[in-house]
């Protein structure tokens, strides 16, 4: 082979190429096949459920598909950012793993127009995001009670902390399913950080040698909120400053908490804070009413609602072609790490769960 080389260089580099190409070529065929088979099936999927010129916005989820009393599902899973930017649009169907406030709250708005919607659940498994967009879920929520007097549940399935719990707090009655975690009720800002004494950096691979060490610092209000901080500077001013912004998030926080569950300012300072609990002692610290699953959640809001006939809906899925095709390709829990650190940096005051529930 090394003889064939080097005696017909040319011809080897040839095929060389050759083969690079019908290889690539392979592969983009299968890639656009894959993306031409991933497009059929959504398409199919839309068409389900056309009757006639009848559009519904709504997906079948359980219960009778003829009942036309629907309860609501409203997915919020994910971090909580306050709304689409318009550079998301370009590459969003990379993202996964985050829903927007303020889509949440026109959902909740359109449901309130609707009378065959007899109900909302909320289903939460979300560890916090922005303030602006857990408020927004929060406004929705009493706008809909206020304009149909109907019944709202928040379910936790996974995680309902931080900025997930202020969503959640809203509704009239708060359900976790086994083995949630619920709580988190504080201000987290940063990290900000400080490279002490800098030799050497790269721009290629965002790596920097310093002499001292790298310092982060975070702004918190709430006992426990900055637990699982892998560091232990600003200046006095910066810090009391920021400080202070934060502190009055925090006793916003805390007073809609504390009306909307019934709990006093200081029990939550004092027995909840920033930790998180699995169900039992959220229950004891009154952070939710229940422990159930998804279908308990469902029968029991069909209940309060006075219904025995009914079905459990969600808006159809309103991603773009791309969205739904690299959506399978890239799942939450590959893309939703980098798309966070990303996205909380651009974020001046988080409700958010920093570090590991597990590792607490």
């Known amino acids: 082979m090394r ?44 068409l389900d459920g056309f009757e006639g010129t009848q559009i519904s916005p709504y997906r079948y989820v359980d219960g009778n598909p003829d009942s036309e009393n629907k309860i609501l599902v409203i997915p919020i899973k994910g971090v909580i ?38 109900g909302v659940i909320l289903e939460i498994d979300s560890p916090g995001g922005t303030i602006a967009g857990s408020k927004a ?92 901080d892998p560091y232990k500077r600003l200046s006095e001013k910066a810090k009391n400053t920021l400080q202070n912004s934060v502190d009055n998030e925090y006793e916003i926080f805390l007073e809609h908490v504390s009306n909307n569950r019934k709990i006093g300012t200081e029990t939550l300072k004092q027995n909840v804070g920033g930790l998180v609990f699995g169900n039992d002692q959220a229950l004891e610290n009154k952070l939710i009413d229940e422990t159930g699953s998804t279908n308990y959640a469902y029968s029991t809001l069909a209940e309060t609602a006075g219904l025995t006939n009914y079905q459990v809906v969600e808006y159809k899925s309103t991603q773009g072609f791309l969205q739904e095709i690299f959506g399978v390709l890239f799942k939450p829990e590959n893309m939703k790490s980098a798309y966070i650190n990303s996205k909380c940096l651009l974020c001046n005051k988080m409700l958010f769960l920093y570090g590991t529930p597990q590792n607490y």
């Open 3 to 46: 003889k064939f080389i080097s005696e017909h260089p040319i011809l080897f580099t040839c095929l060389t190429s050759c083969t690079t190409l019908i290889v690539s070529t392979i592969m983009l065929f299968s890639f656009l096949f894959f993306i031409f088979l991933a497009g059929v099936s959504a398409v199919s999927s839309k």
């Open 137 to 228: 879920i929060s406004d929705g929520v009493d706008y809909y009670k206020k304009a149909t007097g109907n019944p709202v549940f928040s379910h936790i399935i996974g995680m309902g902390a931080s900025g997930g719990y202020w969503a959640a707090a809203s509704a009239d009655k708060i359900i976790a399913d086994t083995g949630s975690l619920t709580g988190s009720i504080g201000v987290i800002m940063g990290p900000f950080k400080y490279y002490n004494k800098v030799i050497s950096e790269s721009d290629f691979i965002g790596s920097i040698s310093t002499e001292e060490g790298i310092e982060s610092y975070y702004i918190y209000a709430g006992e426990d909120k900055d637990l699982g």
């Open 81 to 118: 950012l306050t709304y689409p930017l318009e550079e998301d649009s370009i590459f969003s169907f990379l993202l996964t793993g985050q829903v927007y406030g303020y889509t949440i709250k026109r959902e909740l708005l359109e449901a309130a127009g609707d009378p065959e919607i007899k």
